[in-house]
């Protein structure tokens, strides 16, 4: 099963597969592990390494990153003593969710509404664990709230209840778990700001909490205290829930959204918000989805990643900075089997083991080692070295571009390499091709006209690196 919130792996023993729809995704559970290795929140991010820990980077206030630090780290930092980890969830407002195999939930960072569960709102730098009781299946961090699915199919929350986003039928917050009201059979759960999200095993969805801007999208825009039906869709498979649209992906793998809708980020190529789910254009071979802040993304069965919304900070990955109403190519290497949309970035897990990062950088939540954002995705650095890591990433070569920006012709270094590269206009067409042996290559575009260029260089053992050249 393809799950938007981060889920663990069940094996069909004394768990068992609580259901014929459960059976039948079974073989898409290899995507649910992907899914569960990444998250990207508000400010931060967060990756599952090889041996089960967690490493994170960005903003660490409050100790979002759980390293006993509230300084905040421009690369991947160790959270401190979690072992066998099996889903992240990173929050919209500065806490996190651990999973462990053992079906514990550990938080850690913001605790002012009680959203870390341990029943107290003293904020924690380090890991604690949740008051759950019993065995978590999986995890969702919202703004303020968490959720936790049980392997009794009941869903639990707490935190910040003001909408009514715990969905146990008042607006009282709750530092320790409660039930979520009349919700069984769940297999998948997702938090977003305000609201939480909650997909059955008759592949229908549920919604409760704020309901301003359409957020349950059951054709009203009034808060509700326990779910609701979200209207007009069946046969879904995975959903997310964010500060801006709610998503769905269907077993025909068509997107849908709902929500806010200002900056195109429903992607049905309007700038309208709707209180029920709309069809995202173009979409018909999705298999992932991932709801941020004010704009959306797919993963497509062929490892391509798609996007739509606000860009002002680069987030749709295409090298440019404009918005777009319908979805775009996002310009990733090959082989993306994950996804995860924050705040205003997202991140990109490769089946090499590498992560990649775009969008915002204010916080260093990229994890390039700068604060810088980014319009085209970059390699996260350093990831998984930690004392007791296991290398969770390929080694990236270092690709130099220069002079950048040019009038003219630049130069392609890639010391030691034999590399193919391909430069693009930012409608995709390509306008240079060209391959290069003893690791270099020079190029002129002194015919081509001003303007922002992607580089895509591909090497010969298959790792692909990207750039953008500016020409004046």
């Not at 099963?1 to 014929?20: D, F, N």
């Not at 509700?224 to 209207?231: E, F, G, R, T």
């Not at 989805?289 to 391509?304: C, T, Y």
Request: hydrophobic share 40%; glycine share 14%.
């Amino acid at each position: 099963m393809r799950v938007g919130a981060c889920r663990r792996r069940e094996k069909p023993t004394a768990m068992g597969l609580r259901s014929t729809f459960l059976l039948s995704f079974i073989a898409l559970l290899a995507t649910d592990a992907a899914q569960a290795q990444i998250s990207a929140g508000q400010y931060n991010s967060f990756f599952i390494c090889g041996d089960s820990t967690v490493n994170g980077w960005g903003d660490n206030s409050f100790g979002a990153l759980g390293n006993n630090s509230t300084q905040e780290s421009w690369t991947p930092v160790q959270t401190a003593g979690l072992t066998g980890i099996v889903a992240i969830s990173d929050g919209k407002e500065n806490h996190a969710l651990a999973l462990t195999s053992d079906g514990t939930v550990w938080s850690w960072g913001a605790n002012s509404y009680g959203q870390l569960g341990d029943g107290s709102t003293s904020s924690s730098p380090v890991p604690i664990q949740a008051g759950t009781t019993g065995n978590a299946t999986a995890i969702s961090a919202g703004g303020f709230h968490s959720l936790a699915l049980m392997d009794d199919s009941t869903v639990w929350a707490w935190g910040y209840n003001y909408y009514g986003q715990l969905g146990d039928g008042s607006t009282a917050d709750s530092p320790t778990p409660v039930q979520v009201n009349n919700l069984d059979s769940v297999v998948a759960i997702a938090a977003g700001w305000g609201y939480s999200l909650a997909l059955r095993a008759d592949s229908t969805v549920w919604a409760w909490g704020r309901g301003i801007e359409g957020s349950l999208g059951n054709g009203g825009n009034a808060d509700s205290y326990v779910p609701v039906q979200v209207s007009g869709i069946t046969g879904i498979t995975a959903i997310s829930a964010s500060r801006g649209p709610s998503m769905a992906l269907a077993s025909d793998s068509t997107v849908w959204c709902w929500g806010d809708g200002t900056y195109g980020q429903l992607g049905n190529g309007t700038s309208v918000g709707s209180n029920v789910p709309v069809q995202v254009s173009g979409i018909t071979q999705a298999v992932a989805i991932g709801a941020g802040f004010v704009f959306a993304a797919a993963l497509l069965n062929d490892g391509s990643v798609w996007t739509w919304g606000r860009n002002f900070t680069g987030v749709l990955g295409n090298g440019t900075n404009t918005d777009s109403n319908v979805p775009v190519e996002a310009l990733v290497p090959t082989g993306i089997v994950a996804i995860s949309a924050g705040h205003d970035h997202c991140m990109a897990l490769r089946n090499d083991g590498s992560v990649w990062c775009w969008g915002w950088s204010v916080h260093g939540q990229l994890g390039d080692g700068f604060n810088q954002d980014r319009n085209l995705p970059v390699p996260v650095v350093s990831l998984c070295l930690g004392a007791n890591a296991i290398a969770g990433s390929a080694a990236v070569p270092t690709l130099s571009t220069y002079p950048d920006p040019t009038t003219g012709p630049f130069t392609i270094a890639l010391p030691g390499s034999t590399f193919d590269l391909k430069l693009l206009d930012l409608s995709g067409r390509t306008v240079l091709l060209r391959s290069a042996v003893n690791g270099q290559a020079q190029l002129d575009i002194s015919s081509l006209p001003a303007g922002a260029y992607a580089l895509r260089v591909v090497t010969r053992d298959g790792q692909l690196l990207l750039s953008r050249i500016v020409k004046y």
